[in-house]
Protein backbone atom coordinates (compact mmCIF):
# COMPACT_ATOMS: atom_id res chain seq x y z
CA UNK A 1 0.00 0.00 0.00
CA UNK A 2 1.20 4.09 -0.52
CA UNK A 3 2.98 4.90 2.32
CA UNK A 4 3.53 1.72 3.88
CA UNK A 5 6.05 0.21 4.46
CA UNK A 6 5.92 -3.66 3.01
CA UNK A 7 5.06 -6.46 6.04
CA UNK A 8 7.92 -8.81 6.09
CA UNK A 9 7.38 -12.02 8.33
CA UNK A 10 10.59 -12.29 10.37
CA UNK A 11 12.76 -16.55 10.19
CA UNK A 12 15.81 -16.34 11.92
CA UNK A 13 18.44 -18.60 10.86
CA UNK A 14 22.25 -19.75 10.32
CA UNK A 15 23.86 -20.49 7.33
CA UNK A 16 27.18 -22.10 7.41
CA UNK A 17 28.37 -20.26 4.66
CA UNK A 18 27.37 -17.25 2.40
CA UNK A 19 26.60 -17.16 -1.40
CA UNK A 20 30.01 -16.60 -3.25
CA UNK A 21 32.75 -17.76 -5.59
CA UNK A 22 35.92 -19.02 -5.35
CA UNK A 23 38.61 -21.26 -6.89
CA UNK A 24 36.46 -24.22 -6.98
CA UNK A 25 33.08 -23.57 -7.13
CA UNK A 26 29.95 -21.29 -6.41
CA UNK A 27 27.87 -21.93 -3.73
CA UNK A 28 24.23 -20.46 -3.33
CA UNK A 29 23.72 -20.45 0.80
CA UNK A 30 20.48 -21.82 1.64
CA UNK A 31 18.61 -21.42 4.85
CA UNK A 32 16.96 -24.17 7.21
CA UNK A 33 15.38 -24.60 10.63
CA UNK A 34 18.14 -27.89 10.56
CA UNK A 35 21.39 -26.97 9.11
CA UNK A 36 22.89 -30.20 7.14
CA UNK A 37 25.43 -30.79 5.11
CA UNK A 38 23.90 -34.05 3.28
CA UNK A 39 22.63 -32.80 -0.09
CA UNK A 40 19.40 -33.88 -0.91
CA UNK A 41 19.80 -34.01 -4.54
CA UNK A 42 23.25 -33.90 -6.49
CA UNK A 43 23.77 -34.18 -10.30
CA UNK A 44 25.53 -32.88 -13.25
CA UNK A 45 23.77 -30.41 -15.65
CA UNK A 46 23.12 -31.80 -18.76
CA UNK A 47 22.78 -28.47 -20.66
CA UNK A 48 24.51 -25.89 -18.26
CA UNK A 49 23.64 -22.87 -20.67
CA UNK A 50 20.12 -23.57 -21.13
CA UNK A 51 19.42 -24.90 -17.49
CA UNK A 52 21.15 -21.22 -16.56
CA UNK A 53 19.72 -19.06 -18.93
CA UNK A 54 16.27 -20.44 -17.48
CA UNK A 55 17.22 -19.72 -13.57
CA UNK A 56 18.28 -16.72 -14.40
CA UNK A 57 14.99 -15.44 -16.11
CA UNK A 58 13.69 -16.20 -12.36
CA UNK A 59 16.80 -14.30 -10.80
CA UNK A 60 15.37 -11.18 -13.78
CA UNK A 61 11.88 -11.78 -12.09
CA UNK A 62 12.28 -11.52 -8.20
CA UNK A 63 14.12 -8.14 -9.00
CA UNK A 64 11.71 -6.93 -11.03
CA UNK A 65 8.95 -4.42 -10.35
CA UNK A 66 6.64 -4.57 -12.97
CA UNK A 67 4.30 -1.80 -11.47
CA UNK A 68 5.12 0.65 -8.91
CA UNK A 69 1.82 2.47 -7.21
CA UNK A 70 1.51 6.42 -7.50
CA UNK A 71 3.33 8.29 -4.59
CA UNK A 72 5.24 5.01 -3.87
CA UNK A 73 8.55 4.73 -4.57
CA UNK A 74 9.91 2.08 -5.66
CA UNK A 75 11.75 0.23 -2.39
CA UNK A 76 13.91 -3.15 -3.30
CA UNK A 77 13.04 -5.80 -0.99
CA UNK A 78 16.18 -6.89 1.22
CA UNK A 79 15.61 -10.79 0.86
CA UNK A 80 14.00 -12.34 -2.51
CA UNK A 81 15.29 -15.71 -2.00
CA UNK A 82 13.64 -18.15 -4.63
CA UNK A 83 12.31 -21.62 -3.06
CA UNK A 84 14.17 -24.88 -4.66
CA UNK A 85 11.90 -28.51 -3.83
CA UNK A 86 13.34 -31.84 -4.81
CA UNK A 87 10.89 -34.59 -4.93
CA UNK A 88 8.67 -36.27 -7.79
CA UNK A 89 11.72 -36.67 -10.03
CA UNK A 90 12.56 -32.99 -10.25
CA UNK A 91 13.65 -29.90 -8.84
CA UNK A 92 11.27 -26.58 -9.33
CA UNK A 93 12.51 -23.59 -8.62
CA UNK A 94 9.75 -20.92 -7.53
CA UNK A 95 9.55 -17.40 -7.22
CA UNK A 96 7.50 -13.98 -7.04
CA UNK A 97 8.35 -10.57 -9.07
CA UNK A 98 9.07 -7.25 -6.64
CA UNK A 99 5.78 -5.73 -7.47
CA UNK A 100 3.93 -9.87 -6.39
CA UNK A 101 2.21 -9.49 -9.73
CA UNK A 102 4.09 -12.15 -11.62
CA UNK A 103 4.91 -15.85 -10.10
CA UNK A 104 8.08 -18.01 -12.10
CA UNK A 105 8.32 -21.06 -11.80
CA UNK A 106 11.14 -23.21 -13.03
CA UNK A 107 10.58 -27.34 -13.53
CA UNK A 108 13.87 -29.36 -14.06
CA UNK A 109 12.99 -32.67 -14.95
CA UNK A 110 15.28 -35.55 -14.52
CA UNK A 111 16.33 -35.22 -17.86
CA UNK A 112 17.99 -32.27 -17.17
CA UNK A 113 20.43 -33.92 -14.82
CA UNK A 114 22.78 -36.83 -14.52
CA UNK A 115 21.59 -37.59 -10.81
CA UNK A 116 23.22 -39.67 -8.07
CA UNK A 117 20.82 -38.43 -5.30
CA UNK A 118 17.76 -36.99 -5.64
CA UNK A 119 15.82 -37.30 -1.91
CA UNK A 120 12.83 -34.80 -1.00
CA UNK A 121 13.61 -31.49 0.61
CA UNK A 122 13.20 -27.91 0.48
CA UNK A 123 15.57 -25.03 0.92
CA UNK A 124 15.73 -20.76 -0.46
CA UNK A 125 18.66 -20.59 -2.34
CA UNK A 126 20.50 -16.28 -2.25
CA UNK A 127 19.96 -15.20 -6.08
CA UNK A 128 22.49 -12.60 -5.17
CA UNK A 129 24.77 -11.07 -7.73
CA UNK A 130 27.67 -12.95 -7.50
CA UNK A 131 25.52 -16.39 -8.26
CA UNK A 132 23.69 -14.56 -11.13
CA UNK A 133 27.33 -13.71 -12.38
CA UNK A 134 28.58 -17.12 -12.39
CA UNK A 135 25.29 -18.80 -13.75
CA UNK A 136 26.24 -15.83 -16.95
CA UNK A 137 29.53 -17.81 -17.56
CA UNK A 138 28.48 -21.49 -17.92
CA UNK A 139 28.67 -23.21 -20.89
CA UNK A 140 27.53 -26.25 -22.34
CA UNK A 141 30.96 -27.26 -22.57
CA UNK A 142 32.12 -28.12 -19.21
CA UNK A 143 30.53 -30.19 -16.25
CA UNK A 144 28.82 -28.30 -13.85
CA UNK A 145 27.32 -30.40 -10.90
CA UNK A 146 24.43 -28.96 -8.63
CA UNK A 147 24.27 -30.13 -5.03
CA UNK A 148 21.22 -28.63 -3.08
CA UNK A 149 20.79 -29.25 0.61
CA UNK A 150 19.52 -27.64 3.68
CA UNK A 151 22.44 -26.14 4.26
CA UNK A 152 23.13 -24.57 0.75
CA UNK A 153 23.16 -25.05 -3.47
CA UNK A 154 26.22 -25.85 -4.35
CA UNK A 155 27.12 -25.22 -8.48
CA UNK A 156 31.25 -26.35 -8.97
CA UNK A 157 33.06 -24.52 -10.82
CA UNK A 158 34.18 -22.05 -7.89
CA UNK A 159 33.41 -21.86 -4.25
CA UNK A 160 33.72 -20.04 -0.88
CA UNK A 161 32.96 -21.13 2.67
CA UNK A 162 32.91 -18.73 5.21
CA UNK A 163 30.39 -19.06 7.94
CA UNK A 164 28.10 -15.96 8.76
CA UNK A 165 24.73 -15.88 10.34
CA UNK A 166 22.18 -13.98 8.41
CA UNK A 167 18.48 -12.83 9.57
CA UNK A 168 15.70 -13.64 6.51
CA UNK A 169 12.58 -11.81 6.28
CA UNK A 170 10.09 -13.58 3.60
CA UNK A 171 7.41 -10.71 2.86
CA UNK A 172 3.90 -11.55 3.44
CA UNK A 173 2.66 -11.38 -0.19
CA UNK A 174 4.86 -14.14 -1.27
CA UNK A 175 3.27 -16.17 1.23
CA UNK A 176 -0.19 -15.09 0.47
CA UNK A 177 0.73 -15.13 -3.34
CA UNK A 178 1.82 -18.62 -3.27
CA UNK A 179 -2.39 -20.02 -2.54
CA UNK A 180 -3.92 -17.40 -4.42
CA UNK A 181 -1.67 -18.06 -7.59
CA UNK A 182 -2.26 -21.43 -6.91
CA UNK A 183 -6.33 -20.87 -6.98
CA UNK A 184 -5.88 -18.89 -10.10
CA UNK A 185 -4.35 -22.01 -11.94
CA UNK A 186 -6.93 -24.32 -10.97
CA UNK A 187 -9.72 -22.50 -12.98
CA UNK A 188 -7.10 -22.18 -16.21
CA UNK A 189 -7.34 -23.83 -19.55
CA UNK A 190 -4.86 -24.55 -22.33
CA UNK A 191 -5.95 -22.07 -25.24
CA UNK A 192 -3.45 -21.70 -27.34
CA UNK A 193 0.42 -23.36 -29.09
CA UNK A 194 2.90 -22.09 -30.32
CA UNK A 195 5.97 -23.10 -31.99
CA UNK A 196 9.34 -21.72 -30.12
CA UNK A 197 10.39 -19.98 -33.89
CA UNK A 198 6.65 -18.14 -33.53
CA UNK A 199 6.74 -18.09 -30.00
CA UNK A 200 10.12 -15.96 -30.64
CA UNK A 201 8.57 -13.30 -32.91
CA UNK A 202 5.35 -12.86 -30.71
CA UNK A 203 7.63 -12.34 -27.70
CA UNK A 204 9.63 -10.06 -29.93
CA UNK A 205 6.54 -7.79 -31.11
CA UNK A 206 5.01 -7.51 -27.74
CA UNK A 207 4.46 -3.75 -26.46
CA UNK A 208 7.36 -2.59 -24.53
CA UNK A 209 5.05 0.20 -22.23
CA UNK A 210 2.30 -0.41 -19.89
CA UNK A 211 -1.29 -0.43 -22.03
CA UNK A 212 -3.87 0.99 -20.50
CA UNK A 213 -6.61 -0.52 -22.30
CA UNK A 214 -7.17 -4.70 -21.67
CA UNK A 215 -5.93 -6.94 -24.35
CA UNK A 216 -7.27 -9.75 -26.30
CA UNK A 217 -5.27 -12.83 -27.77
CA UNK A 218 -6.28 -14.58 -30.81
CA UNK A 219 -4.64 -16.91 -33.55
CA UNK A 220 -3.61 -15.19 -36.56
CA UNK A 221 -1.66 -16.40 -39.84
CA UNK A 222 0.39 -19.16 -37.70
CA UNK A 223 0.90 -16.47 -35.11
CA UNK A 224 -0.78 -14.15 -32.30
CA UNK A 225 -2.54 -11.19 -33.03
CA UNK A 226 -2.93 -8.43 -30.08
CA UNK A 227 -6.49 -6.40 -30.00
CA UNK A 228 -7.75 -3.97 -27.95
CA UNK A 229 -11.64 -5.16 -28.66
CA UNK A 230 -13.13 -8.63 -27.85
CA UNK A 231 -12.18 -11.51 -30.64
CA UNK A 232 -13.99 -14.42 -30.95
CA UNK A 233 -11.41 -17.34 -29.66
CA UNK A 234 -9.29 -15.09 -27.79
CA UNK A 235 -8.38 -14.89 -24.77
CA UNK A 236 -8.52 -11.53 -22.38
CA UNK A 237 -4.58 -10.82 -21.03
CA UNK A 238 -3.80 -7.94 -18.64
CA UNK A 239 -0.25 -6.48 -18.73
CA UNK A 240 1.03 -8.62 -21.27
CA UNK A 241 4.16 -6.42 -21.60
CA UNK A 242 5.52 -8.46 -18.66
CA UNK A 243 5.71 -11.39 -20.50
CA UNK A 244 8.65 -9.58 -22.68
CA UNK A 245 10.80 -11.00 -19.95
CA UNK A 246 10.87 -14.39 -21.74
CA UNK A 247 12.46 -12.72 -24.41
CA UNK A 248 15.30 -13.31 -23.05
CA UNK A 249 14.99 -17.70 -23.12
CA UNK A 250 12.42 -17.63 -26.17
CA UNK A 251 15.74 -19.25 -28.65
CA UNK A 252 15.87 -22.39 -26.14
CA UNK A 253 11.98 -22.93 -26.59
CA UNK A 254 10.99 -26.05 -28.57
CA UNK A 255 7.22 -24.45 -27.89
CA UNK A 256 5.17 -22.11 -25.84
CA UNK A 257 1.58 -22.94 -24.45
CA UNK A 258 -0.53 -20.57 -23.05
CA UNK A 259 -3.19 -20.82 -20.32
CA UNK A 260 -6.01 -18.44 -19.00
CA UNK A 261 -9.49 -18.75 -17.11
CA UNK A 262 -10.56 -15.84 -18.75
CA UNK A 263 -10.59 -13.07 -16.05
CA UNK A 264 -7.13 -11.39 -17.49
CA UNK A 265 -4.73 -13.85 -15.71
CA UNK A 266 -3.19 -15.99 -17.75
CA UNK A 267 -0.23 -18.43 -17.88
CA UNK A 268 2.57 -19.36 -20.09
CA UNK A 269 5.01 -22.62 -20.33
CA UNK A 270 7.97 -22.36 -22.13
CA UNK A 271 8.98 -25.83 -23.07
CA UNK A 272 12.67 -26.95 -23.76
CA UNK A 273 12.51 -30.79 -23.44
CA UNK A 274 14.30 -31.62 -20.39
CA UNK A 275 12.82 -28.27 -18.50
CA UNK A 276 9.25 -26.45 -18.05
CA UNK A 277 9.56 -22.45 -17.16
CA UNK A 278 6.26 -20.91 -16.26
CA UNK A 279 5.44 -17.11 -16.04
CA UNK A 280 1.94 -16.56 -14.68
CA UNK A 281 1.11 -13.26 -14.37
CA UNK A 282 -2.02 -11.52 -12.89
CA UNK A 283 -5.06 -9.93 -14.53
CA UNK A 284 -3.86 -6.39 -14.03
CA UNK A 285 -0.47 -5.22 -13.80
CA UNK A 286 -1.57 -2.93 -10.49
CA UNK A 287 -2.73 -6.06 -9.16
CA UNK A 288 -0.60 -8.17 -7.34
CA UNK A 289 -1.66 -11.86 -5.98
CA UNK A 290 -1.26 -11.32 -2.61
CA UNK A 291 -4.02 -8.98 -2.87
CA UNK A 292 -6.73 -11.42 -4.59
CA UNK A 293 -9.26 -13.52 -2.46
CA UNK A 294 -9.86 -16.13 -4.54
CA UNK A 295 -9.64 -18.87 -1.87
CA UNK A 296 -11.29 -16.95 0.55
CA UNK A 297 -14.74 -19.50 0.24
CA UNK A 298 -12.19 -22.59 1.07
CA UNK A 299 -10.75 -20.78 3.85
CA UNK A 300 -13.93 -19.56 5.59
CA UNK A 301 -14.75 -23.13 6.95
CA UNK A 302 -12.30 -26.04 7.61
CA UNK A 303 -12.34 -29.48 6.00
CA UNK A 304 -12.68 -32.41 7.68
CA UNK A 305 -10.56 -34.62 5.61
CA UNK A 306 -7.86 -32.11 5.70
CA UNK A 307 -5.70 -33.85 8.34
CA UNK A 308 -6.57 -37.12 6.24
CA UNK A 309 -5.27 -35.77 3.38
CA UNK A 310 -1.95 -33.77 4.89
CA UNK A 311 -1.19 -37.43 6.33
CA UNK A 312 -0.96 -38.93 2.41
CA UNK A 313 1.08 -36.43 1.36
CA UNK A 314 4.49 -38.16 0.51
CA UNK A 315 5.94 -35.42 -1.91
CA UNK A 316 4.05 -37.05 -5.08
CA UNK A 317 3.58 -34.81 -8.20
CA UNK A 318 0.88 -35.70 -9.16
CA UNK A 319 -2.31 -35.57 -6.82
CA UNK A 320 -5.60 -35.09 -8.42
CA UNK A 321 -8.76 -33.79 -6.68
CA UNK A 322 -10.64 -36.90 -8.11
CA UNK A 323 -8.32 -39.51 -7.33
CA UNK A 324 -7.95 -38.12 -3.36
CA UNK A 325 -11.30 -38.58 -3.21
CA UNK A 326 -11.74 -42.08 -4.22
CA UNK A 327 -8.87 -42.94 -1.77
CA UNK A 328 -10.13 -40.82 1.22
CA UNK A 329 -13.90 -41.64 0.26
CA UNK A 330 -14.86 -38.01 0.25
CA UNK A 331 -16.47 -35.38 -1.59
CA UNK A 332 -14.03 -33.77 -4.28
CA UNK A 333 -15.46 -30.26 -2.86
CA UNK A 334 -14.54 -31.26 0.48
CA UNK A 335 -10.71 -32.49 -0.81
CA UNK A 336 -10.76 -29.29 -2.91
CA UNK A 337 -11.75 -27.15 0.11
CA UNK A 338 -8.32 -29.27 1.80
CA UNK A 339 -6.09 -29.04 -1.15
CA UNK A 340 -6.17 -24.84 -0.54
CA UNK A 341 -6.05 -25.19 3.17
CA UNK A 342 -3.06 -27.12 2.30
CA UNK A 343 -1.78 -24.76 -0.31
CA UNK A 344 -2.36 -21.80 2.47
CA UNK A 345 0.29 -23.89 4.30
CA UNK A 346 3.01 -23.84 1.52
CA UNK A 347 2.41 -28.02 1.63
CA UNK A 348 1.10 -28.14 -2.13
CA UNK A 349 1.29 -26.27 -5.28
CA UNK A 350 0.02 -26.66 -8.96
CA UNK A 351 0.92 -27.85 -11.78
CA UNK A 352 -0.40 -26.83 -14.89
CA UNK A 353 1.09 -28.75 -17.20
CA UNK A 354 0.28 -31.90 -14.99
CA UNK A 355 -3.24 -30.39 -14.35
CA UNK A 356 -2.26 -31.86 -11.09
CA UNK A 357 -1.37 -30.64 -7.52
CA UNK A 358 2.41 -31.49 -6.05
CA UNK A 359 3.69 -31.70 -2.59
CA UNK A 360 6.31 -29.50 -1.17
CA UNK A 361 6.87 -27.76 2.08
CA UNK A 362 8.14 -24.18 2.14
CA UNK A 363 10.89 -23.21 4.34
CA UNK A 364 8.83 -20.93 6.69
CA UNK A 365 6.17 -20.64 9.17
CA UNK A 366 3.10 -20.54 7.06
CA UNK A 367 0.46 -21.70 9.69
CA UNK A 368 -0.35 -17.78 9.99
CA UNK A 369 -0.97 -17.00 6.90
CA UNK A 370 -5.16 -17.07 7.36
CA UNK A 371 -4.70 -14.52 9.50
CA UNK A 372 -3.56 -12.46 6.94
CA UNK A 373 -6.95 -12.25 5.24
CA UNK A 374 -8.40 -9.22 6.18
CA UNK A 375 -11.36 -10.05 4.86
CA UNK A 376 -11.99 -13.43 6.18
CA UNK A 377 -11.30 -12.07 10.00
CA UNK A 378 -14.29 -9.29 9.69
CA UNK A 379 -16.30 -12.02 8.44
CA UNK A 380 -15.65 -14.58 11.20
CA UNK A 381 -16.31 -11.23 13.64
CA UNK A 382 -19.34 -11.01 12.18
CA UNK A 383 -20.36 -14.11 12.63
CA UNK A 384 -18.98 -14.68 15.72
CA UNK A 385 -21.03 -11.80 17.18
CA UNK A 386 -24.91 -12.48 16.19
CA UNK A 387 -24.13 -10.01 13.34
CA UNK A 388 -25.98 -12.64 10.69
CA UNK A 389 -29.46 -13.63 10.42
CA UNK A 390 -30.55 -16.32 7.91
CA UNK A 391 -33.55 -16.95 6.06
CA UNK A 392 -34.45 -18.89 3.17
CA UNK A 393 -33.18 -17.39 0.59
CA UNK A 394 -29.97 -15.88 1.70
CA UNK A 395 -28.75 -13.24 4.70
CA UNK A 396 -28.94 -10.32 6.52
CA UNK A 397 -25.30 -9.22 7.50
CA UNK A 398 -25.04 -6.26 9.43
CA UNK A 399 -22.50 -3.43 8.68
CA UNK A 400 -20.72 -0.93 10.04
CA UNK A 401 -22.87 1.56 8.14
CA UNK A 402 -25.42 -0.15 6.72
CA UNK A 403 -27.44 -3.87 6.28
CA UNK A 404 -26.50 -5.78 3.30
CA UNK A 405 -28.76 -9.01 1.90
CA UNK A 406 -26.41 -11.62 1.12
CA UNK A 407 -28.81 -14.22 -2.10
CA UNK A 408 -28.12 -17.53 -3.57
CA UNK A 409 -29.18 -17.31 -7.24
CA UNK A 410 -30.40 -20.04 -9.23
CA UNK A 411 -27.00 -21.31 -9.44
CA UNK A 412 -25.92 -21.84 -5.78
CA UNK A 413 -24.15 -19.06 -6.27
CA UNK A 414 -23.82 -16.31 -3.23
CA UNK A 415 -24.51 -12.41 -4.12
CA UNK A 416 -23.93 -9.30 -2.13
CA UNK A 417 -25.46 -5.53 -2.46
CA UNK A 418 -22.39 -3.65 -0.73
CA UNK A 419 -20.55 -1.61 -2.51
CA UNK A 420 -17.53 -3.77 -2.64
CA UNK A 421 -19.42 -6.38 -4.47
CA UNK A 422 -20.93 -4.22 -6.96
CA UNK A 423 -18.07 -2.49 -7.67
CA UNK A 424 -15.68 -6.23 -7.91
CA UNK A 425 -18.09 -9.07 -8.86
CA UNK A 426 -16.29 -11.92 -8.20
CA UNK A 427 -12.95 -11.12 -9.77
CA UNK A 428 -11.44 -10.70 -6.36
CA UNK A 429 -12.77 -13.44 -4.25
CA UNK A 430 -16.02 -12.81 -1.99
CA UNK A 431 -16.71 -10.19 0.29
CA UNK A 432 -16.25 -9.80 3.95
CA UNK A 433 -20.46 -10.27 4.01
CA UNK A 434 -21.09 -13.30 1.86
CA UNK A 435 -18.15 -15.02 3.63
CA UNK A 436 -19.73 -14.77 7.13
CA UNK A 437 -23.22 -15.77 5.69
CA UNK A 438 -21.36 -18.57 4.39
CA UNK A 439 -19.53 -19.16 7.75
CA UNK A 440 -22.64 -18.72 9.66
CA UNK A 441 -24.36 -21.32 7.70
CA UNK A 442 -22.25 -24.17 8.23
CA UNK A 443 -22.27 -23.32 11.91
CA UNK A 444 -26.04 -23.47 11.93
CA UNK A 445 -25.89 -20.63 15.13
CA UNK A 446 -27.31 -17.68 12.94
CA UNK A 447 -30.94 -16.65 14.03
CA UNK A 448 -33.90 -17.21 11.50
CA UNK A 449 -35.11 -13.59 11.24
CA UNK A 450 -35.28 -11.28 8.58
CA UNK A 451 -37.93 -12.41 5.82
Known amino acids: MAGRAAALVEHVDRYNRPSGVGNSGIFLAASSSTATSAPFFRGYLAMPRRTADLALVLAHVVRTRFYTPPGLLQRLIAQRDPVITCGGGMLRLEAF ?41 LSDGERAMLEVSAEGFTLTSESAEPAFERRVQLPIRWMKGFVEVQAHQTRMERRFQMCGVVGQRFLRELPRQRTAQPVWITPWNRSMR ?226
Open 97 to 137: SACGGVYARLDLRAEAFDADRMEPGTSNVDFNSTMRAALAK
Open 226 to 451: LSHTRMDGGILAGGIERLRILGEVARHATEIEVYSAGDGATAWQLETGDARLFLVLSPEASLGFSGEGQVLNSLSTKSSVTPRLRGLLRWQRDLRACALADELQASEADVTAALAELGTSGLVGYDLAEGAYFHRELPFDMSHVERLHPRLRAARELARTGAVEINEKGAWVRGREADYYVRRDTGGEWRCSCPWASRHGDSRGPCKHIIAAQIASEMGSADVGRP
